[in-house]
């Protein structure tokens, strides 16, 4: 018996979904959500995905990161949304079996081109609203195949693994402890924390 897909979500579908999530619409989230859908394609997968099988790498949050989990099914919570902030409208979209990879990004001079076709009397705002929903994928983004050169199965880990920092005694998840010296200890307490106490 041959499995029967069902249809790709449209794109009306999913920022209807997104806006609910974001209390409105916006042009990131546009691209966010237009970005998964052609990642779809690029790695030949149906999206939104409900299993595991897809790990999305995004380079800014907010808006654009509601847009591409709609459309990818990729969430924080799920583990198969991570946030690697580099401060930029783009992702990379793996295939966790097998590693292969795409990067979209929004073509370098795609806002300057918006901007310069706008008609007369229309808002920025409005003009990208309007573009980044009609304009061909081509126009929109770039898709880059690459090769990660970070440890995908150490970013994805083993779920359920614990351990006890020496340290600070708290728990430490998803094997993210560090071991120096024979000690377990977690990142905040061999320096690589981001508050201190006051």
């Known amino acids: 018996m041959t499995a029967v897909l069902a249809p790709a979500p449209r794109l009306d579908e999913l920022l209807a979904l997104s806006a609910a999530l974001h209390r409105h619409l916006c042009p990131r989230q546009v691209l966010g959500a237009r970005m998964g859908l052609l ?5 030949d997968m149906a999206v939104p995905r409900t299993d595991k099988k897809l790990m999305v790498l995004a380079e800014t949050d907010g808006c654009f990161a509601d847009g591409l989990s709609v459309a990818t099914g990729c969430w924080l919570g799920r583990r198969t949304l991570r946030l690697l902030d ?5 992702a990379t ?11 979209i990004a929004p073509r370098t001079d795609l806002r300057a081109r918006v901007r310069a076709g706008r ?15 009609t304009w061909s994928d081509e126009a929109l983004f770039t898709v880059t ?5 970070l440890d995908l199965a150490a970013v ?4 359920g693994k614990r351990a ?7 728990e430490i998840i998803n094997e993210r402890e560090v071991r120096r010296d024979g000690a377990v200890l977690c990142r905040d307490c061999v320096g690589e924390g981001y508050w201190q106490p006051r």
């Open 145 to 149: 195949p690459v090769r990660l050169t």
């Open 164 to 170: 006890i920092c020496g340290g600070c005694g708290e």
């Open 39 to 43: 990642a779809g394609r690029a790695l």
């Open 86 to 90: 580099h401060g930029k409208v783009a």
């Open 119 to 133: 008609a007369d009397g229309q808002k920025r705002w409005d003009a990208y609203m309007d573009a980044y929903q």
């Open 93 to 103: 979209f793996v295939e966790v079996r097998s590693g292969q990879a795409v990067r």
């Open 156 to 159: 994805i880990s083993v779920n």
